[in-house]
């Protein structure tokens, strides 16, 4: 999986425009009646679940599972919508705000049930986006190589650990590269918000050549490794499911604030078979659907649990530190392309010096 | 049983409700317009002011402009929670810096500027409000207008509008169901009066003609005027009625009663000449009957018409003309002169031409019958504003002291002469309701002078009434 996935990416570095998906299929356990196509940016094993678990309700059913990076995922989607074209029937992505791009340009489809209606209102846009998953950015690390009062669990002791032993850190932590992970220039462009604290980040990045990598699965496969010591801004649901396989990470929810994500899903406006798709989506929404993503999937559920083995604040999730991404059009600006590519610039130019080393 | 119309309470009611529903749509149909007004107001100064924020955003680099759309400006217009938003900012060039290349600006032809200019316009199909504002930058190898042009579709205004506009329905039709109540307990209160009136009415005896005395309101009081004015003239005339029944019973009555007994003397009277006699007197009562029921005919006819007939002009040399030949039997049992003396060619009054003819004759047979021995003059003159009709006759005529109670009915001047006291009554009846009087007098020469005097029409009146006579 893993294997196709650098290799996609690989191919998105030569030729960004058309990616090349990996695509999994999974039967219908019965007789097939229907075929429903989700466009994703999410990790097949995290997703696994929540197919076979809606399989079991709806045995006719064959899904195929086109995988993508995020960005690849946006240009997709936004292709067939221009282009007027049928494409997926679900497009799900942690990259939020690609979402509300298409869904302002008028492609996505509506739908309100009394399930996207119980969805908090953080995590709906227009009846058209819909958060289904809660995923924390966290801070990981590697157990046995961060003494246990060196772990950092505010960004301030982050920075102080960085300023403190340049050397001991150099090459050694890792983040999202964000100008091809959607998720990293998220909530990058979420702490740059918190200017004074994101500004001394990126400086502390810079002088330990902090290492960029496209998708949480590397970085987390690295950490594991020892490979890095610790990894800034990591999608908790991927890090704790890493962990929980046995990982010997550590996972910390930041303690001056976090951000949080909720992973989209939407319905583009030329699905072939909107039914399919609606039913899909109220699964995902669904008591059930949510009893999966929280126990099997993402771990961390909308209602702010969080699963045990990862350090949380004292005061919990529920508390003011809590900066949820708000699905809505606020997230327009972050994919303003002046925005993007001035921020862009400014987080290169604060990284020089740390080399990309791209993908392995 | 009277035909009966629509109900005066539900025709109100119904008008009402018309007027007051036609009142609501049309304030419905104001208030939309005003909503949809003042909902673009309230969301362009939004719009307006996130296209600021984005045009503060604007800097200049060497050689090229800059923008960094603010994530607030975003947020200033995600307070319509559901709207998309589209937006682009191009250099004085005119090439697009950031946002959609194919979104137009909502100036038309004027040239850039910083004032903000809106519009209304469509994108991708979407129908949006636009705002295109500019910024003059300035700069190493960069001077002109920056321009940014933001646009968003209508939802949060539309909805806005639809509630402003829900709001100000209920409170019109809230006003109008409160105007409809109220109007109808005004009315139900105001035609209160006209129950009572009917009720008042209706619980009359059938005998009782007094005016009906209710306070009504003005409205209402002139239809009790009408009704009084109406049983006035009811009574009026069953009083009438009754009186002359009673005068007929009472004059009828006495020569019946003395008929007879004339005639009981008849059938007992042996000898011839008392029984020739006695028939002479018979016929002499028969006759006198006579008269007495055709004066009573006339008299009952002159109060009729008096009552019926509308009044025209009435000239009256040829009806008094006409009456006296009538009156006049062709042979009398005396030598009487009979005279007419116009002393005018026509003497024109508004009257009734039967009664008038019918008093001057009945005059004129009182005279022959009470006096006149040897000379009966008819004289016609005017006196000012009056038309005089004389009635002169050479006997005793009524002693002064009579003049006053001989036109009171049953009353004769004498007593004992053969016929009835109703002849000068009806003539005194007949020149009140004209408008005349009556009166009497000794003349220069002794003569007795019954004077019948009555308006003239004025010329002007004279000529309408003819021309109205002619029509």
């Not at chain 1, 995923?135 to 669990?153: D, G, Q």
């Not at chain 2, 090229?64 to 937006?87: G, H, M, N, Q, W």
């Not at chain 2, 005998?207 to 002139?222: G, S, T, Y």
């Not at chain 2, 009353?411 to 009166?439: F, N």
Request: hydrophobic content about 45%; glycine content about 8%; charged content about 25%.
């Amino acid at each position: 999986m893993r294997a196709v996935l650098t290799l996609l990416a690989a191919c998105l570095l030569a030729a960004p425009i058309r990616a090349q998906d990996a695509v999994t299929t999974f039967p219908a356990p019965g007789t097939e009646r229907q075929v429903l196509t989700l466009d994703t940016a999410t990790d097949l094993s995290a997703f696994e679940p929540l197919i076979r678990d809606f399989q079991r309700i709806a045995p006719d059913v064959t899904i195929r599972y086109r995988e993508f990076v995020t960005n690849a995922l946006f240009q997709q989607a936004r292709g067939e919508c221009y282009a007027e074209r049928a494409g997926a029937d679900l497009v799900i992505t942690s990259s939020v705000d690609h979402l509300v791009v298409l869904s302002n340009a008028g492609c996505a489809l509506a739908h309100r049930s009394p399930e996207t209606l119980a969805a908090p209102g953080w995590t709906r846009w227009r009846d058209e986006v819909f958060g289904f998953t809660f995923e924390p950015a966290v801070i990981v690390y590697n157990r046995a190589l961060l003494k246990p009062e060196e772990v950092p669990r505010t960004r301030l002791d982050l920075i102080e650990l960085m300023r403190e032993q340049p050397a001991r850190f150099a090459g050694r932590i890792g983040g999202y590269d964000i100008a091809r992970s959607g998720i990293g220039y998220l909530f990058a462009a979420f702490d740059a918000r918190n200017a004074l604290i994101y500004g001394r980040l990126i400086e502390g990045f810079g002088r330990t050549r902090l290492l960029t990598r496209c998708c949480s699965s590397d970085l987390i496969e690295e950490l594991g490794k020892g490979e890095l010591f610790i990894g800034y801004n990591i999608l908790g649901s991927y890090a704790y499911s890493a962990q929980k396989a046995g990982a010997p990470i550590g996972i910390v929810i930041p303690h001056d604030y976090v951000l949080a994500l909720s992973r989209g899903v939407m319905i583009p406006a030329r699905t072939r078979q909107p039914d399919l798709a609606k039913r899909f989506l109220d699964y995902l929404l669904s008591q059930r659907g949510q009893r999966v993503v929280q126990q099997e999937a993402f771990f961390f559920g909308l209602n702010g649990s969080v699963p045990e083995g990862v350090e949380a604040p004292p005061g919990g999730l529920t508390s003011g530190m809590l900066r949820p991404i708000v699905i809505g059009p606020g997230l327009l600006p972050t994919q303003d392309r002046a925005k993007r590519e001035r921020f862009l610039r400014e987080w290169q130019n604060a990284l020089q010096g740390a080399e990309p080393r791209g993908l392995q | 049983m009277t035909p009966r119309g629509p109900s005066l309470y539900g025709r109100l009611a119904g008008v009402i409700t018309v007027v007051l529903a036609i009142g609501a749509l049309v304030l419905g149909w104001a208030a939309w317009l005003y909503a949809r007004v003042a909902a673009d107001e309230a969301y362009d100064r939004l719009l307006v002011g996130a296209a600021l924020q984005i045009a503060e955003s604007v800097a200049t680099e060497p050689g090229r402009v800059t923008v960094d759309p603010p994530i607030s400006a975003f947020e200033t217009l995600a307070l319509a929670t559901d709207d998309r938003i589209f937006y682009r900012v191009t250099d004085p060039a005119g090439d697009s810096l950031t946002g959609q290349d194919d979104l137009a600006s909502a100036r038309k032809q004027d040239r850039p500027g910083r004032e903000p200019v809106l519009a209304d316009g469509t994108y991708r199909g979407f129908p949006v409000r636009i705002v295109t504002l500019g910024r003059y930058v300035t700069g190493p190898g960069v001077d002109g207008w920056v321009e940014v042009t933001l646009a968003q579709t209508r939802l949060a205004r539309l909805d806005l509008a639809r509630d402003l506009t829900l709001k100000s329905l209920l409170l019109v039709l809230g006003m109008s169901v409160l105007a409809l109540v109220a109007l109808l307990l005004a009315v139900r209160v105001a035609l209160r009066p006209l129950q009572a009136v009917q009720a008042a009415i209706a619980a009359r005896d059938p005998k009782d003609l007094q005016p009906v005395e209710i306070e009504a309101p003005r409205e209402v009081a002139m239809l009790v005027d009408s009704i009084n004015h109406f049983l006035g003239r009811l009574a009026e005339r069953v009083g009438g009625m009754e009186r002359f029944i009673a005068d007929a019973a009472h004059q009828i009555r006495t020569p019946l009663t003395a008929l007879a007994a004339q005639v009981d003397l008849l059938s007992t009277e042996s000898r011839a000449d008392r029984r020739r006699q006695q028939t002479a007197r018979v016929r002499e009562r028969i006759e006198q009957l006579g008269r007495l029921t055709s004066q009573l005919l006339s008299h009952a006819m002159v109060i009729h018409r008096r009552e019926v007939v509308q009044l025209g002009p009435v000239d009256l040399v040829p009806v008094a003309q006409a009456a006296l030949k009538e009156a006049v039997p062709l042979s009398l049992d005396r030598d009487i002169r009979v005279v007419f003396e116009p002393a005018e060619p026509s003497l024109v009054i508004r009257g009734d031409r039967v009664s008038i003819g019918e008093v001057i004759a009945n005059a004129v047979h009182n005279a022959i019958r009470h006096g006149a021995p040897g000379l009966l003059a008819l004289r016609l003159s005017r006196d000012g504003e009056e038309a005089v009709v004389e009635i002169v006759d050479d006997g005793p005529g009524i002693p002064p002291a009579d003049w006053e109670e001989v036109v009171k009915p049953f009353v004769r001047g004498d007593s004992e002469a053969a016929g009835s006291g109703l002849g000068l009554t009806i003539v005194a009846d007949v020149v009140l309701a004209h408008g005349g009087r009556l009166t009497f007098r000794q003349d220069a020469s002794g003569h007795f002078v019954v004077s019948l005097r009555f308006p003239l029409l004025s010329p002007a009146e004279d000529a309408k009434a003819l021309t109205e006579d002619a029509a």
